[in-house]
């Protein structure tokens, strides 16, 4: 307006466009301020644009010192959890049926409190979660003392970590908390340390160049800002190429530190575990990809090996994989069964002496002695007679106590090539053994299994390490094509029990649905029934971590199924692990109806005539290999009473009334869930269970075919 006056000034007298004009005059006094001002307001506001134009672009292409996220990762991190989009993705995640399950349980309890809490002071301040809600995030967990761990929050705010408005909303979020909040230094960056006046608990946090660090531990802040002058894991090669693997794939990426696993794993066990040890010591990191189902959680990635692998461990993963046919003869009552696999033996044996000889020289002249040892002592070729039959297929399984015995069972089932010239040379060895110790080989025949018994001291650890050092001495027998080997005898006849009424592995409904998410060959495959496995969790865990465990027991049963698989994929090793989720409800807590109630037999009929009959599969237990002395133990593996048993008459046939009955009742009894099991066979029955589950293979028994 002040432009356009002028010119009409200028212009006077006016145009003939123009109208005439006569404005009400002013005098000098009264202009000259008001001029002034408006003058100086405009210059105000021309220098107010000026400076916010210059700070937007100083913080956005300014020069400034900008670093890799994983840079601020203490390398003591033992697991690094990365999210690309973390609000959206913990959404995602936190509504997921399973993990509504799973934090029900302390531990994921405080965890899920946690998180909801941030979640919801950033979803109450619409300019963070603007400034936050896509950035990339990264959880690194570490242990920070003997029986604890804590994690680490890196996020990055990219240029946005220059705006004092994040900074200023940051603090009026820990106002609006309630938090009491004080300052420190540390190395040239502020720690603000956020007290809840209620738990005591402090929350560090600091802005550390591009990134947003937060932790609970003043311990982890003060590592991260070390970390950033000499980063560890983001500058080691196998991390890299693990990221590389994984990047952008799944709800989120997670990556494990081998090298802190088994001290980690210390805070929930009392002692180191001797399958991971070996294994965490031949692996670096895996990179891993999250997928959250309604039924299932699970995690696809690679892990990448070491250079220095331990000997064994590179035999394995450097020997191909087998097609898993095991399952077709192990028990139902297997808690944990593991296969290995390879394409054959003699591939192993040759990269295991490979590696021995280029790495681990005194190892190597170890083993060539010990095994030449054994070959001339006992005047067997190992490679052709113990080695030459196995196919290259090993299951090892642990299951629930049997019918004869207070312990789970360990069970070794090796696949022949050929099943009779397995046997023709199992044969071999033993009366070579035979002939030179003084050892007594027992050999006896139950429904025409042969169960044999020899020692075979360092053959297996020569070849396998402490894989097998279980069968050292062992119990064997043959079924199908395999040879199967345990470190007692009651194991073996419970197995062949189990066979025999088609008790297996192969019917279980859990385990068929886990298979058909898994390839049928690999180098290494693990399930494990959690409802089966949890009464040995006690000697593994400690007894804070079982207390907590038991206290939910609902919760672990809610994940009945656990699978992991290996497979060799030259220096790296595919993986795939799934937890299935099936809402779990303790039947003692629900009444059963009255059609289950009228489904249940009577047992009681007969009492005396099934009471005057001894268990047949325990009498044999007792006269083969108990030496006609039955002992009854107490709970707690003290001897409770022991008994000569005379030894037994030509057997009376059994009551047809009572093996229909017994055919009967095997029908329903696998039909209900274990916890049922206990009901169905009460009344009198004169059996007394041992494990959880108690498998009807006992009545079949009593019919005393095949002996």
């Known amino acids: 307006m002040n432009d356009n006056m002028q010119e009409r000034e200028m212009r006077y007298p006016p145009t003939e466009s123009e109208p ?104 109450a301040n619409k300019t963070l979660l603007s400034l936050v809600g896509r950035r990339e995030m990264m959880i690194s967990v570490h242990k920070t003392r003997s029986s604890d761990w804590d994690f680490l929050m890196v996020m990055d705010l990219q240029k946005a970590s220059k705006l004092e408005l994040l900074k200023s909303q940051i603090e009026q979020i820990y106002k609006i908390a309630g938090q009491q909040v004080t300052e420190r230094q540390y190395k040239n960056f502020a720690i603000s340390e956020l007290r809840d006046p209620e738990s005591r608990d402090i929350l560090y946090t600091a802005f550390v160049d591009n990134h947003f660090v937060a932790s609970y531990s003043t311990r982890l802040i003060e590592a991260s800002i070390d970390e950033r002058e000499a980063p560890r894991i983001g500058r080691e090669y196998p991390f890299i190429e693990a990221e590389k693997l994984v990047s952008g794939k799944g709800l989120c990426r997670m990556f494990v ?9 210390t805070i929930y066990m009392d002692t180191r575990n001797t399958y991971i040890d070996p294994f965490s010591r031949s692996m670096s990191f895996a990179g891993l990809y999250s997928i959250v189902e309604k039924d299932r959680m699970e995690l696809k990635g ?10 064994y461990v590179e035999a394995l993963f450097g020997s191909g994989k087998h097609k898993m046919q095991a399952h077709n003869i192990v028990s139902a009552r297997t808690a944990v069964y593991v296969n290995f696999g390879f394409d ?24 060539h002695t010990n095994r030449q040892k054994i070959e001339k002592y006992f005047d067997v070729s190992l490679e052709e007679n ?37 046997r023709k040379h199992m044969e071999l060895i ?58 007692k005898s009651a194991s073996i006849l419970s197995f062949i029990e189990d066979y025999e009424q088609g008790y297996t592995l192969k019917k279980d409904e859990g385990f068929r649905r886990s298979l058909n998410r898994s390839h049928d060959a690999s180098t290494v495959f693990a399930y494990i029934d959690m409802q089966k496995f949890y009464g040995q969790l006690p000697g593994m865990l400690n007894a804070e971590t079982w207390t907590a465990v038991s206290a939910h027991r609902d919760v672990l049963y809610s994940f009945p199924q656990w699978t992991f698989q290996l497979t060799d994929e030259k220096q790296k090793l595919a993986i795939h692990y799934v937890m299935d ?50 002992r009854e133990f107490y709970p707690s593996g003290a001897l409770q009473s022991e008994a000569e048993v005379k030894k037994r008459q030509t057997p009376r046939p059994l009551p047809g009334v009572l093996r229909k009955r017994n055919a009967e009742t095997s029908r329903k009894i696998h039909q209900q869930p274990p916890e049922r099991h206990l009901e169905i066979l009460h009344g009198g029955w004169p059996i007394r269970p041992q494990g959880k589950v108690l498998d009807f293979a006992i009545f079949a028994v009593l019919q005393r075919d095949g002996l």
């Open 581 to 630: 989720y099936q809402l779990y409800q303790d039947l003692a807590e629900t009444e059963p109806s009255a059609e289950n109630e009228s489904e249940e037999p009577t047992m009681n009929e007969d009492a005396e005539t099934e009471k005057e009959l001894m268990n047949e599969l325990k009498r044999f237990y007792v006269e083969k290999f108990e030496g006609n002395v039955l």
């Open 386 to 422: 113990f080695l030459g039959w196995m196919s290259g297929e090993f299951a090892l399984t642990q299951s629930e106590p049997g019918l004869l015995g207070r312990e789970p069972e360990l069970i070794l089932a090796i696949r022949a090539k050929n099943i009779k010239d397995a």
């Open 302 to 311: 690679y892990s990448m090996l070491r250079e220095d692998v331990d000997p």
């Open 257 to 265: 530190n081998y090298a802190y696993l088994p001290q980690f794993l």
């Open 20 to 123: 005439l004009t006569h404005p009400e005059p002013v005098s000098d006094y009264r202009k000259a301020p008001f001029l002034l001002l408006k003058k100086g307001v405009i210059w105000l506001g021309l220098l107010l644009g000026v400076y916010f134009v210059y700070s937007t672009v100083s913080i956005f292409i300014s020069p400034d010192r900008r670093i890799q996220q994983v840079y601020l990762i203490p390398g003591d991190a033992v697991l690094i959890i990365q999210a690309n989009n973390p609000v959206s993705d913990w959404k995602t995640f936190s509504q997921s049926t399973p993990w509504q399950r799973l934090k029900q349980a302390p531990t994921f309890a405080e965890m899920a409190e946690r998180a909801d809490y941030l979640d919801s002071l950033l979803q």
């Open 430 to 487: 033993e009366k070579r053994i035979k002939r030179r110790t003084p050892v007594s080989i027992k050999a006896v025949k139950y429904k025409g299994y042969e169960i044999n018994y020899v020692e075979l001291k360092g053959f297996f650890k020569l070849f396998f390490g402490g894989l097998f050092d279980r069968f050292e001495t062992p119990f064997y027998t043959f079924i199908d094509d395999y040879v199967v080997f345990s470190n």
């Open 344 to 367: 054959n033996v003699q591939t192993f044996v040759d990269r295991l002496e490979t590696a021995f000889a280029s790495n681990h020289q005194s190892i190597y002249e170890s083993y």
